[in-house]
């Protein structure tokens, strides 16, 4: 029994340190673009999402054979509500930054980002071996509005009350992403709903207009049979 209960707490603790480790993995990434072409990613936001975007982008500096950031280089954020159309976002920052949003209602956002040159001369135009003018990193972190003063002082957290705070972030993130689908769901069992009610009462309204053309048949075909003295 106390070996049951030994290993019972040892995978406990195990499943506890794999989602603190998978709690500090990072979703930053990377990509190459040319010149002035603009780089969109399609995100799904539950209802009153907090997002914060950090990116910064690099040119190749053919005299120093690297990736560096420029100065001149600045970057054009736009984020759209789909399909309305709808700007949330609309600014240019500096090559290096970050921007925040939230989204006033769920469904897909369309985060854009392109790379401009203030420069009168695009140094940029000698491109490196890969044949990319630039190369920018992005991450995305999603948060609520009610968690963002916590993070104003997680300076003064330990590291495991960091982690577990980490924690409870997901979880929330996990519960809205519910409320989510279950509105996407309600939403499209109300329209199943109608759509079969509106199929019904269009049945019954072909009954009834086949059961008068019936009725109409028949009382002129035998008008028709008196008139001609067949009956």
Known sequence: MAFALNKTRLSAALLFTILLICANVSEALYFYIDGSEKKCFIEELPKETMVTGTYKAEQYSDAQKQWIVSPELKIQITVEELPQGH????RQGDASGRFTFTSAESGDHSIC???????????????NIIGYMHKITFDMDFDDPAGSEQHDHAGTLSDLAMRIHELNERVQDIRREQTSQREREAEFRDRSELTNARAVWWTIAQIIILGVVCVWQMRYFKHFFVAKKLV
């Open 113 to 127: 980002l392109a790379p401009v040159s203030t420069a009168w001369f695009d140094s940029s135009r000698t491109v």
């Open 87 to 90: 700007v949330v976002v609309d």
